[in-house]
């Protein structure tokens, strides 16, 4: 089984890096689609199936909390799992994203074994699958 995973971030340089990271992590990835912004985002989930979420907060246009609280209105995106990737320092907005069900928060600059780690947990692959 491979998975499709959405990269949502309106720094193609960030996107090209969390890219790299995944190519990095053994993981099965079947697909990888890319958002430039949370609009953008919720277009891809809603054409193309994913199994995976990571999601920057601060975007032009709709931001990932934007993004994050439109996927808990939808029904076909509600469960889906989302991981924040991002600079946002302020523990108010992440706690908040925690209690809307985002899984895990990665702070940037992150190393790659960090993220690697952190997909495993929320996809449930067992180190044999990694």
Known sequence: MSFNILVVDDSRT???????????????IGQILEAG???EGLEAMRKTWV?????DLNMPDMSGVEMIAAMGQD??????PVVVVSSEGDQTVLDSLTEQGVREIVRKPFDPGLL???????LGVTSSEA
């Open 37 to 39: 912004s949370g609009r």
């Open 116 to 122: 690697r780690d952190v997909m495993v947990r929320v």
């Open 75 to 80: 029904p076909l995106l509600a469960k889906l």
């Open 51 to 55: 199994d995976l979420v990571l999601a």
């Open 14 to 28: 960030t996107r090209r890096i969390i890219l790299k990271t995944l190519a990095m992590t053994e993981l099965p």
